[in-house]
């Protein structure tokens, strides 16, 4: 759901238009942040290959969806994050936990359509593999 860390991002800009809420952080450290978040995402695309994730016809379980259950959504939150810290915009952090609601209603849907069809391959993977963190 990308749409909602980018309309986080946009309600973000135009709130800094009419108020500014500055980041006390170096902006370029969310050069850093913006990279993990394209690397994750990038590598889900790789792991997922040909799988369509809106109806997938097997669990992927490789790549970042072996350390995150939801690496899509941890990438595109990193890339928000980094951009809001690029931008010096407190704004964006402060729409994340909206945003991240938003999504996390996103992904329970998501991962009960995924135990419906994957039944105990998702149920195990689920055990071993955090929704948003590594568990180890």
Same mark, same amino acid.
């Given at each position: 759901?990308?749409?909602?860390?980018?309309?986080? #991002?946009?309600?973000?800009?135009?709130?800094?238009?009419?108020?500014?809420?500055?980041?006390?952080?170096?902006?370029? &450290?969310?050069?850093? #942040?913006?990279?993990?978040?394209?690397? !994750?995402?990038?590598?889900?695309?790789? +792991?997922?290959?040909?799988?369509?994730? +809106?109806?997938?016809?097997?669990? &992927?379980?490789? *790549?970042?969806?072996?350390?995150?259950?939801?690496?899509?959504?941890? @990438?595109? *939150?990193?890339?928000?994050?980094? #951009?809001?810290? #690029?931008?010096?915009? @407190?704004?964006?952090?402060?729409?994340?936990?909206? !945003? @991240?609601? &938003?999504?996390?209603?996103? !992904?329970?849907?998501?991962?009960?359509?995924?135990?419906?069809?994957?039944?105990?391959?998702?149920?195990?993977?689920? !055990?071993? &593999? @955090?929704?948003?963190?590594?568990?180890?």
């Amino acid at each position: 759901m990308p749409e909602a860390s980018l309309a986080g #991002i946009a309600a973000a800009g135009a709130l800094e238009q009419v108020w500014r809420l500055p980041l006390p952080l170096p902006r370029n &450290v969310g050069w850093p #942040i913006v990279a993990a978040g394209a690397g !994750v995402i990038a590598g889900s695309l790789k +792991a997922a290959g040909t799988n369509e994730l +809106a109806t997938p016809e097997r669990l &992927v379980t490789a *790549g970042p969806y072996a350390w995150t259950r939801n690496p899509m959504y941890v @990438g595109w *939150g990193l890339l928000q994050l980094g #951009i809001g810290v #690029i931008a010096g915009s @407190g704004w964006v952090l402060v729409s994340m936990p909206l !945003v @991240g609601a &938003v999504v996390h209603r996103e !992904v329970l849907r998501e991962e009960r359509r995924l135990e419906e069809r994957f039944g105990n391959e998702y149920r195990r993977y689920s !055990v071993k &593999v @955090g929704r948003y963190f590594p568990q180890r």
